[in-house]
């Protein structure tokens, strides 16, 4: 493959004529954590100071658990392992390309026994290492050091010995600049669907029980006790079987399904709505149980006993579900106050081998609003909600797949900012 002008070709893959190839080593020192013998049970204690392994640094940041925190006494003993604002820790066992730059705020926090220290001369900018030792191509590299390992183990020579492709100080700093504005756009739509997800389930709460009436529905009128607690006096508590149909799935044998799109769409359980979307795969020629547009999916074998979803379509259902169809109600509605119920069935789910029975679901009490014109504003409401909920996770989607677009790009200066 002929090379773009500019560029050449070495052992970390194509960069820019003027970047360097050289291991990390010639650019920092490192410090293992101290021994497991080193830390004491009596050491431990909640609020301390906190001690960061591996399993504390997630997705680029540290993220303390209060129980694995030590006395500022034992803290003392081990200075040497105390973390410093600017240095980068990196996880040494396990899953490769944990690592963190540690914030002011982190300052005198202690490295754990599966963690290591990087300390950055000042040629390097801790920010750029740290999305260097978290890209695939330093966590291969690593990886392959550790061939023949029991367990994938980053030791001073394997992390001293990394080459790098280095840019200089200015185009280091140009790109972690770049990169933490991406993170800020990714962090801060990550807030806003956490926001918003909150507000639904707050809306849900307070709608489905009857707590907030909407102003076209305000009545006078006081509230009555019920066996599910206080609702409005015009609600009623009703027994789900007293207002659907519920048709069991059918088994499907192997040599009837396909995935080239031949026949019927055929969904066998919760694989096939991850996050709430359908997403089936298979087909089969000889469909057993059809659910339709509008009929609410319910789990009813295995782990994900319990788990819901809105038919958006026809569908072949496997065993594994059943399909309620809502008659005298909203099923928007009904699916909505089966969703706010995070326990749902109860005990049902929770047994040796968890599941549903037909009775589990014909027995289940739900609140409905004496008018179907209330249940489907309700619904609405909470439709919309999930809609505004869907946009941002899209959004959130796109600022992510950027992201990870613009590190490749601009960690091999396929990209240029300086």
Known sequence: MELRPGYKQTEVG??????????????????????????????YVDGG?????????????????PSMAIMEKAARKLSDFRLSAGDVVIGRRGEMGRCAV??????????????????????????????????PPAIAAIENASVGSTMVNINQGTLGNLRIPLPTKAEQEAIADALSDADALVESLEQLLAKKRQLKQGAMHELITGKKRLPDFEVNRGHKQ?????????????????????????HVLARYCNTDGKGVAYITGPAD????????????????????????????????????????????????????HVVSWSAHFVFFSLLRDASLFGDATTGIIPGLSRGDIFNKNILIPPTKAEQEAIAAIL????????????????????????????????????
């Not at 087909?283 to 809105?310: N, W």
């Open 14 to 43: 194509v960069i820019p004529e003027d970047w360097e190839v050289t291991p990390l080593g010639t650019h920092a020192t490192f410090k293992t954590g101290p021994f497991g013998s080193a830390l004491h049970k009596a050491d």
């Open 49 to 65: 100071i906190p001690v960061i392994n591996p399993m504390q640094i997630v997705g680029g940041r540290i993220r303390p658990t």
């Open 102 to 135: 540690v914030h002011a705020e982190e300052h005198g926090w202690l490295c754990g026994t599966g963690s290591m220290i990087i300390r950055t001369r000042p040629s390097l900018d801790a920010r750029f290492i740290q999305r260097v030792l978290s890209s």
């Open 226 to 250: 019920t066996e599910i607690g206080m609702v409005p006096e015009d609600w009623n508590a009703c027994r789900l079987g007293e207002g659907i149909k519920l048709t069991s799935g059918y």
């Open 273 to 324: 709505f991850p996050n709430g979307v359908i997403q089936h795969t298979k087909y089969t020629t000889q469909p057993g149980t059809i659910c339709y547009t509008g009929d609410i999916l319910v789990t009813v074998k295995g782990s994900g006993a319990g788990t819901l979803i809105l038919s958006d379509s026809s569908y072949c259902i496997s065993r594994q579900l059943m399909a309620i």
């Open 383 to 418: 439709s919309d909600m999930d809609a505004e909920i869907a946009a941002v996770e899209a959004k959130l989607a796109k600022a992510r797949q950027i992201k990870q677009g613009m590190m490749q790009e601009l960690l091999t200066g396929r990209i240029r900012l300086v």
